[in-house]
């Protein structure tokens, strides 16, 4: 198993509005997406920022993951 932590921080943008525009569109995509095990999303409304841990069955499907995100 492979996994991958990205920590970003939004501007100009509110976590809501994030979330409606570019994460819940693209979750059922990912979701069809082969060797997917897990997508974690965190977040800290104070610093406007998130987190999303993703883990792959394998080095290469990880990959793929990585660069669909």
Excluded: R
Aim: glycine share 2%; net charge neutral.
């Amino acid at each position: 198993m492979q996994a991958q932590l990205i920590t970003y921080q939004l501007k100009d943008i509110s976590q809501a509005e994030y979330l409606k525009q570019m994460v819940e569109p693209d979750a059922p995509i990912l979701a069809e997406v082969k060797g997917l095990i897990s997508k974690v999303w965190l977040t800290d409304e104070e610093k406007n920022t998130l987190a999303v841990s993703i883990y792959g069955k394998t080095k290469l499907q990880w990959k793929i993951l990585c660069i669909l995100i």
